[in-house]
């Protein structure tokens, strides 16, 4: 008999690499610059329906010239607009689709997660036109969340139209939903850093190279239709050394208090809005009423309020107003977000982190504005859990990368706090209520670098060929204990078969079965078989393809050389869990430090 689903040595040597690459890569490249088209494409046309919902609502009037909150007088409309635009948020969710809700980034996620990496028309439709209502009547909310999840719905529809598996869809998704991210921001890198941070639970170059072509072209095509620069030029902050960025993270480290607390108030806040009797569709009015009420304290807390950052940025904003600012953005922010309207968190999180950061360096070497900016950062990287796309964000921002270490190492203060502090972010949380558990964390995979040969028992115990099976059913029935399954070889040692304990009870059953032999009896039956040089994740992919549990390992001649059942497969996941857990201290003398060496 010849066994099945044999590998060579050598063929299977040939087959590994560093990585998964194939040729395909290009075709999901080619495809990603079409969503990166469609990326860019939305986030220009969710900007101009942000600044026509502004101007209808604040000046009466048709226009695309973004509109500046600050400017606006406190008035009985000012109170009543954001409930006025929360029914209609409510309404389009009620009867259009309730992926519309929240900020965006956490449905992203859960269409990556569960949803096979699929979105709907409506998403890619309605999500920006009740985003553009709720930030045109006045809500604190950001256009980012909104375009990735408006970026990845064109990215996922386009993806649909063709034949492929989920993981290139989702690399699509990934790719339309950074592309909208560069095009509102003009952040490429950080984009990037973004999806492999947060969307792509991935690093491969499938997924990779996609994006950032995606990313790239989107680059290319947003000076045309948004602007050329940085969205909020800066001049070069001043170096300030050692001392910098011990104050750096310090600053950094306040923010992930700062961000803590907020992701813990906003959840209380959703906690609290589920204990109403009134149907979730009026919590966006209801959130909207805080809002206009906090807006007659200060206008400035409205909106997008990139004027605003532009103000904390030159380092113009008293203490002050920035005080207030601080007080009454967190509080309408907090509560317009946990009803449950449609809005992104990430300029919300710079504008915070930068007013405190920025009330922190009216006392701090350099100017108000490098410590505001040095807040965003700590704020973003704390909250999202992305302290390289927070650290690349803000130098994108601003175009001054001079400042990246001390951003680097706010980003790092910040993103300790919230791991050690909080279990899950402001993004993930509301995944896990919904009863889905992720893991940010990216590891080695042991199943992908141990061979066959480090788990598998060795010596094997097998059975001849010339045993009839009335001997083999005495063998497996006698008082000894007893494997599941032998290996049957012939008289030179060659593995011909198993000969599981089941199928012997199974051939007894048969005619002249007592006196067939194993050899005979196994002879047509199929077996697959592992190679010691083989990974132990290849050979699980065809262990679990056949629903087989034990499995003979075999050396070029056919010989078995050892048995790979499902309990060395655990003894795996049992090593990683050493790696991670067992701690010792090498000796530096000693005739075990020499031994080592």
């Not at 606006?72 to 309404?91: D, E, R």
């Not at 042991?446 to 001849?464: S, Y």
């Amino acid at each position: 008999m010849t066994a099945t689903s044999r590998r060579a040595p050598q063929s299977a040597h040939s087959r590994l690499g560093d990585f998964t690459a194939d040729p395909r890569i290009l075709t999901l490249i080619a495809m990603a610059l079409v969503c990166g088209l469609g990326g860019v494409f939305g986030a220009w046309v969710l900007l101009k329906l942000i600044a026509l919902a502004s101007n209808l609502v604040w000046h009466g009037r048709i226009s695309t010239v973004p509109v500046n909150f600050e400017t606006l007088k406190p008035s009985l409309w000012m109170a009543l607009a954001p409930a006025v635009g929360g029914i209609v948020i409510g309404l389009i969710a009620r009867f259009g689709t309730e992926k519309i809700r929240g900020h965006g980034i956490p449905e992203a996620i859960e269409a990556i997660l569960i949803g096979g990496s699929r979105m709907s028309a409506k998403v890619a439709v309605l999500k920006p036109l009740s985003s553009a209502i709720a930030i045109g009547t006045g809500g604190p909310f950001g256009a980012e969340g909104p375009i990735i999840m408006t970026g990845g719905a064109i990215g996922s529809l386009f993806a649909q139209r063709f034949h492929l598996s989920s993981a290139e869809r989702k690399t699509l998704l990934v790719a339309g939903a950074v592309a909208g991210m560069t095009g509102v921001f003009g952040t490429p890198i950080a984009a990037v850093l973004l999806a492999v941070e947060l969307l792509l639970f991935e690093w491969k170059p499938r997924s990779f190279l996609p994006v950032t072509a995606a990313v790239l072209v989107a680059a290319a095509v947003r000076p045309f239709l948004l602007g050329h620069g940085p969205l909020f030029p800066a001049a070069a902050h001043p170096d300030l050394g050692g001392t910098g960025l011990l104050l750096a993270l310090g600053v950094g480290i306040v923010a992930g208090l700062q961000s803590g607390l907020l992701t813990t108030l906003l959840y209380k806040a959703e906690d609290a809005f589920g204990k109403l009797k009134l149907h979730w569709m009026w919590w966006p009015a209801l959130g909207g009423l805080a809002v206009g009420v906090g807006g007659l304290f200060d206008p400035s807390a409205l909106g997008v309020g990139y004027g605003v950052i532009g103000d904390l940025l030159a380092g113009r904003m008293p203490v002050d107003a920035a005080g207030r600012l601080l007080l009454v953005k967190a509080v309408i922010w907090i509560i317009a977000l946990a009803s449950g309207t449609s809005g992104g968190v990430l300029a919300p999180l710079l504008m915070l982190g930068g007013v405190l950061g920025a009330i922190e360096g009216h006392w701090l070497p350099g100017g108000a504005g490098y410590w505001a900016l040095i807040g965003m950062a700590g704020m973003m990287s704390g909250t999202m859990r992305a302290p390289l796309t927070g650290s690349l964000f803000a130098c994108e921002l601003t175009g001054d990368f001079t400042a990246l270490p001390a951003l680097l190492a706010a980003s790092g203060g910040a993103y300790t706090v919230t791991v050690l502090l909080l279990k899950r972010s402001i993004l993930t949380e509301k995944i896990a209520r919904r009863g889905l558990h992720l893991t940010r964390e990216y590891t080695v995979d042991l199943f992908r670098i141990m061979r066959v040969r480090d788990v598998m028992a060795a010596p094997v115990d097998t059975l001849p060929a010339a045993m009839t099976v009335e001997a083999a059913v005495g063998f497996f029935t006698d008082a000894m204990k007893r494997h599941k399954s032998y290996p049957v070889v012939d008289e030179a040692g060659r593995v011909l078969g198993l000969a599981a304990r089941a199928e012997i009870l199974r051939w007894m059953m048969e005619d002249d079965a007592k006196d067939r032999t194993l050899g005979e009896a196994v002879l047509g039956e199929p077996m697959l078989t592992a190679d010691p040089d083989e990974l132990v994740g290849e050979l699980v992919e065809r262990m679990v393809d056949c629903d087989l549990g034990r499995i003979p390992v075999l050396d070029p001649d056919g010989r078995p050389v050892g048995l790979v059942t499902r309990k060395d497969l655990l003894r795996v996941h049992a090593r990683q869990r050493a790696l991670e857990a067992d701690r010792e201290a090498a000796p530096l003398f000693g005739a075990r430090a020499k031994a080592e060496a």
